[in-house]
């Protein structure tokens, strides 16, 4: 299976390499150490199609392919880990639902607001404080109809973009009895009534990426804002999460490249013992290692986007990229530490920061665990 890229991809990946050297890699640093987001990339972002990957030109979107898509989220990954964590879940989490599911009325009021860059971004509430992984019987958040409204109560956590999002669809219980056809999607502006939203959570890393708890208290929406069939939820947030999974992989192979560059370009210049240290065996290992595991890794990533635009199925494909891409990520960030040797540790280098925002790569959109599971059942079956 060939994955070279066509001629139209290779524009738009230099296109996206341009915009983030110029407009995002330079705050990365700002953006770790003050926390806050980085709008300017939003802003010009837009326009590009940067926030509309998924989105149909009709709604405003770009409406790429999903390779493209991969290719944008591997660059922004490359520029900074905390904006391409933002711009992946309003992607594949905040709009992917909306496009797939959503009404057409919920598509025409939504989608343009949350893809020229100038509003606010999108998100999606799955995490609950009790359940994890578990998102089939871990769910307590529900939703009743009451007249001609949801009224929803619950909690939510680890929901990203949640500060900065124009919505957050939130996936909640609307039949008690529980089941496979208990669970549903409602999308709940961010200025509703009831909606609170907590302080970003202090993290190892992705600082400039905001993450919160979301509580929710008699919240009032319209009947209209449920998003797909009411009952389909969970196997929505599961075609989701596949979608979302590659746009991680994509995410840490950008990481990875970056630290490996860094480490590199580091080797060539660092002397030691009389000469340079890129000419002793065991730091040309370490980077031979990297560059090969990135391109597996790329790899991966490409083929479980290219069964997604085929529309054939790619849940095991791409749980493997996530789960590879993501573990490759943190090694190579690892060893890039290793070959800056004390200078690695300080944050005046920026493999420190690349590899502290690498780390939770294995655990969003599903750990490593549970994407060796998804693995090995249909490996089984």
């Known amino acids: 299976m060939d994955f070279d890229l066509t001629e139209e991809q290779r524009l738009w990946q230099r296109s996206v390499h341009q915009f ?65 964590l933002a711009f992946a879940a309003h992607n594949g989490l905040g709009t992917m639902p909306l496009v797939a599911y959503g ?74 009895r529980g089941g496979s056809r208990s669970l549903s999607m409602i999308l709940v502006p961010t200025d509703t009534p009831g909606l609170r939203i907590g302080p970003p959570e202090k993290k190892m890393g992705l600082h400039g990426s905001p993450t919160h708890a979301v509580t929710y208290e ?57 000469q340079r240290i890129a000419d002793f065996e065991a730091i040309q290992w370490m980077l031979a290692d990297a560059a090969t595991e990135i391109e597996a890794a790329r790899t991966l990533v490409y083929r479980a986007a290219w069964l997604e635009d085929q529309g054939r199925p790619y849940t095991k494909e791409a749980a493997m990229a996530k789960l590879f891409a993501t573990e490759m990520a943190e090694r190579v960030c690892r060893n890039a530490i290793q070959i800056f040797g004390g200078y690695g540790y300080s944050r005046e280098y920026p493999v420190e920061r690349i590899y502290r925002d690498a780390r939770l790569m294995t655990i969003g959109e599903g750990t490593s665990e549970i994407q060796r599971l998804v693995i090995a059942r249909h490996v089984l079956a």
């Open 20 to 84: 983030v050297a110029d407009v995002v890699r330079p705050k990365a640093r700002e953006v770790d150490e003050t926390g806050e987001f980085n709008w300017e990339a939003v802003r010009k972002g837009g326009p590009l199609g940067l926030l509309g990957l998924n989105i149909p030109e009709a709604y405003g979107g770009a409406g790429v392919d999903a390779i493209s898509a991969a290719i944008a989220i591997e660059e922004l990954g490359w520029g900074c880990g905390s904006t391409a």
């Open 103 to 176: 009404s057409e009325s919920l598509k025409r009021t939504w989608l343009p607001r949350v893809a020229d860059g100038r509003g606010r971004l999108a998100a999606l509430a799955l995490t609950e404080p009790g359940a994890g992984s578990d998102i089939q019987g871990g769910v307590r958040t529900r939703a009743e109809k009451v007249g001609n409204e949801w009224v929803i109560n619950g909690s939510k956590m680890w929901c990203t973009n949640a500060g900065i999002a124009e919505y957050i669809i939130t996936l909640v219980r609307t039949d008690p």
């Open 218 to 274: 008699n919240v009032h929406v319209p009947l209209d804002n449920l998003v797909g069939e009411e009952g389909r939820g969970l196997q929505q947030a599961l075609a989701t999460l596949d979608g979302g999974r590659i746009s991680i992989g994509a995410l840490a192979v950008g990481l990875a490249q970056a630290a490996f560059e860094y480490a590199r370009d580091y080797a060539r210049e660092r002397h030691a013992f009389g």
